[in-house]
């Protein structure tokens, strides 16, 4: 049992630091492109969350196997892509928009499959294991 505890208190806090520095590097990048300029802390805030999000995401997986895996990225991309793109915070990257009402899937759907497919070969090319 405390086991458990610990590795999902380090897993939890580990993020904190960069999520708070990637989030206000993609902020600053924002506002010097001159998108959302008039709502810089909020901007950071919602980036910050999202990294958070995504790595906090995957520390159940990381418990329950005992390890790392790139599978756990997929997991954790494909569900927030989804629910971003559901919800209409997130758009489909790579996608172009005629085409993509042009099918019978769902936005959600294929968001969630390139937002997962993304954190899968990132976190592969990074390293981690399948």
Not at 39 to 55: D, F, P, V
Not at 66 to 81: R, W
């Amino acid at each position: 049992m405390s086991h458990i505890y610990y590795h999902q208190k380090s897993c939890l806090t580990a993020p904190i630091v960069s999520s708070v520095m990637f989030g206000g590097v993609f902020a600053g990048i924002d506002y010097a492109s001159g998108m959302h300029s008039s709502n810089l802390l909020r901007t950071a805030g919602r980036y910050i969350a999202a990294i958070y999000a995504y790595n906090a995401v995957q520390c159940p997986m990381e418990a329950i196997h005992g390890k790392q895996s790139s599978l756990h990225n997929l997991f954790a991309g494909g569900t927030l892509g989804y629910l971003g793109v559901q919800t209409g915070r997130l758009g489909v990257p790579f996608v172009d928009p005629h085409a993509l009402y042009s099918y019978r899937v769902p936005p959600a759907v294929i968001g969630g499959a390139i937002y997962g497919g993304m954190g899968f070969l990132l976190a592969t090319l990074g390293g981690k294991p399948i």
